[in-house]
């Protein structure tokens, strides 16, 4: 792979582990990439139909060879999300640590660019409410584009930091926290870290870690679940940790059942004997991964839970959101900016109470703006599973929606004019404005297609 990979590491992971050196070196040498994608069950397409399914997730498949996902239409729909496979395993802790069919309050702390947040917003209830958190303001773009396009209600974004949930009490069921690490786990995708690797950039993580832990620790409500997890193979940012967890917090580890097959290590720490998994990419097809999950064993403050006042809409704008929006479904427009988001009715509270100690990025789906009479639809809507049938749509083929996507010009014959959504396969797209002598194309400029195809 050009890059030698840390002999102290490899030796230390060898003692306390049992790591085959051989096949671990000859693996990084290979330098073979796993290609894996989640499909979103809102959206079920005929993407990957006979792809092998990852064991540990129902959504996630392995691909046999890499496609060019920016020339899929299907992924600018949102119909699946492109994630590595071992991170994946959160789901299985989900199932088998929790019921999932209750109402759930999950906080996803550092969840840029949101893989697990799309996962966790898969499998919860549609009336538990999912916090997606990132804490640097750069990333927040990318995470909140990515919720829109998996087209949910049940989530927030917000940009916090972790210090900040502590307003909250132990509000939360579950906290997830995918901590910043020395991200050794990825040295066979990304060769180049490895030369950015130093033992004393791992002990900067592991100091930023048990910070993180310690911030968050009280938005946990007794007796719920943290899921900690890392892209590192470092004992000091995995175990270590966790044992500084249970030496200074009541919490108790859990043990997660695996199947033998999956050939995921499970490691017991040296001195409180906590249970971590470890994944390694010579034995489960996926990258270096680790992951331990605690549950509270005492009390936590509970903030004063402030009521949403009843919305005061305006009596002109409710009939002109209400066309736009599924009539099936029971939802809440709730005005925001110049227009209105739509949110699940049992989460008005709950948004209210987050709006009064946090920075809401976005909340539900933001249906649009509302200009005189008229709602100019927003891109939200456009990718959310919630969009009235009725809508005019122009289904376009292949050729057709990646020129949309491009931005290129677009020919469409037979539709009448006014907004226009752009679908594929049956899957939306975007906006566009059907005018008499030209199609304005709604699409976001960040999210256009550059590449050429």
Same mark, same amino acid.
């Given at each position: 792979m050009g890059n030698v990979l840390p002999s102290s590491l490899i030796?230390?992971?060898?003692?306390?582990?049992? =790591?085959?050196?051989?096949?671990?070196?000859?693996?990084?040498?290979?330098?073979?990439?796993?290609?894996t994608v989640r499909?979103?069950?809102?959206?079920?397409?005929?993407?990957?139909?006979?792809?092998?399914?990852? /064991?540990? $997730?129902? @959504?996630?498949?392995?691909?046999?060879?890499?496609?060019?996902?920016?020339?899929?239409?299907?992924?600018?729909?949102?119909?699946?999300?492109?994630?590595?496979?071992?991170?994946?395993?959160?789901?299985?802790?989900?199932?088998? $640590?929790?019921?999932?069919?209750? *109402?759930?309050?999950?906080? *996803?702390?550092?969840?840029?660019p949101g893989g697990k947040s799309t996962l966790i917003s898969s499998v919860i209830s549609s009336d538990s409410l999912l916090v997606s958190n990132e804490i640097i303001?750069?990333?927040?773009?990318?995470?909140?584009?990515?919720? $829109?396009?998996?087209?949910?209600?049940?989530? &927030?974004?917000?940009?916090?930091?972790?210090?900040?949930f502590q307003r909250l009490g132990g509000y939360f069921d579950v906290i997830v926290v995918d901590a910043p690490c020395s991200g050794s786990g990825m040295w066979r995708k990304d060769p180049q870290t490895v030369n950015e690797w130093s033992e004393n950039n791992v002990q900067l993580c592991s100091q930023r870690q048990q910070?993180?832990?310690?911030?968050?620790?009280?938005?946990?409500?007794?007796?719920?679940? =943290?899921?900690?997890? $890392?892209?590192?193979?470092?004992?000091?940012?995995?175990?270590?940790?966790?044992?500084?967890?249970?030496?200074?917090?009541? &919490?108790?580890?859990?043990?997660?059942?695996? *199947?033998?097959?999956?050939?995921?290590?499970?490691?017991?720490?040296?001195?409180?004997?906590? @249970?971590?998994?470890?994944? @390694?990419?010579? +034995? &489960?097809?996926?990258?270096?991964?680790?992951?331990?999950?605690?549950?509270?064993?005492?009390?936590?403050?509970?903030?004063?839970? &402030?009521?949403?006042?009843?919305?005061?809409?305006?009596?002109? *704008? +409710?009939?002109?959101?209400?066309?736009?929006?599924? /009539?099936?479904?029971?939802?809440?427009?709730?005005?925001?900016r110049e227009g209105y988001s739509i949110i699940n009715p049992v989460h008005a509270d709950d948004i209210h109470f987050l709006q009064s100690s946090l920075y809401l990025k976005k909340s539900g789906v933001f249906t649009g703006k509302i200009v005189g009479k008229d709602l100019i639809p927003d891109h939200e809507l456009a990718l959310s599973i919630y969009l009235n049938k009725n809508i005019q749509r122009a289904e376009l083929n292949f050729e057709e929606a990646i020129n949309y996507l491009r931005k290129d010009d677009l020919k469409l014959n037979n539709l009448d004019h006014g907004w226009t959504l752009m679908s594929f396969q049956g899957f939306g797209l975007g906006w566009a404005k059907i005018l008499s002598n030209r199609i304005n194309n709604y699409l976001p400029k960040e999210l256009r297609i550059l590449k050429e195809i």
């Amino acid at each position: 792979m050009g890059n030698v990979l840390p002999s102290s590491l490899i030796r230390s992971l060898n003692e306390k582990f049992g =790591l085959d050196q051989e096949l671990f070196f000859r693996i990084h040498e290979e330098g073979e990439s796993v290609t894996t994608v989640r499909l979103n069950p809102f959206k079920p397409s005929n993407a990957f139909l006979n792809a092998e399914r990852i /064991a540990w $997730t129902e @959504y996630g498949r392995y691909l046999n060879a890499r496609p060019s996902f920016i020339a899929d239409p299907l992924f600018h729909a949102g119909c699946y999300y492109v994630q590595e496979a071992s991170s994946m395993f959160v789901e299985h802790i989900l199932r088998q $640590t929790i019921d999932l069919k209750e *109402d759930l309050r999950v906080l *996803d702390l550092c969840a840029a660019p949101g893989g697990k947040s799309t996962l966790i917003s898969s499998v919860i209830s549609s009336d538990s409410l999912l916090v997606s958190n990132e804490i640097i303001k750069t990333r927040v773009p990318v995470l909140s584009d990515n919720m $829109t396009k998996w087209g949910v209600l049940n989530s &927030v974004v917000t940009n916090n930091d972790p210090k900040d949930f502590q307003r909250l009490g132990g509000y939360f069921d579950v906290i997830v926290v995918d901590a910043p690490c020395s991200g050794s786990g990825m040295w066979r995708k990304d060769p180049q870290t490895v030369n950015e690797w130093s033992e004393n950039n791992v002990q900067l993580c592991s100091q930023r870690q048990q910070r993180i832990l310690a911030d968050i620790y009280p938005a946990l409500k007794e007796g719920g679940l =943290l899921i900690y997890s $890392t892209c590192s193979y470092s004992e000091e940012e995995n175990e270590e940790v966790a044992d500084w967890l249970t030496g200074t917090f009541k &919490v108790s580890s859990i043990q997660i059942p695996i *199947d033998t097959n999956w050939e995921i290590r499970e490691s017991i720490s040296s001195k409180h004997k906590n @249970y971590g998994y470890r994944f @390694y990419p010579h +034995l &489960v097809k996926g990258e270096g991964f680790f992951v331990s999950c605690f549950r509270k064993d005492e009390s936590s403050s509970l903030a004063k839970s &402030v009521k949403a006042r009843a919305v005061k809409l305006n009596k002109n *704008d +409710l009939p002109i959101v209400q066309r736009w929006i599924s /009539a099936d479904s029971s939802l809440l427009p709730i005005p925001v900016r110049e227009g209105y988001s739509i949110i699940n009715p049992v989460h008005a509270d709950d948004i209210h109470f987050l709006q009064s100690s946090l920075y809401l990025k976005k909340s539900g789906v933001f249906t649009g703006k509302i200009v005189g009479k008229d709602l100019i639809p927003d891109h939200e809507l456009a990718l959310s599973i919630y969009l009235n049938k009725n809508i005019q749509r122009a289904e376009l083929n292949f050729e057709e929606a990646i020129n949309y996507l491009r931005k290129d010009d677009l020919k469409l014959n037979n539709l009448d004019h006014g907004w226009t959504l752009m679908s594929f396969q049956g899957f939306g797209l975007g906006w566009a404005k059907i005018l008499s002598n030209r199609i304005n194309n709604y699409l976001p400029k960040e999210l256009r297609i550059l590449k050429e195809i």
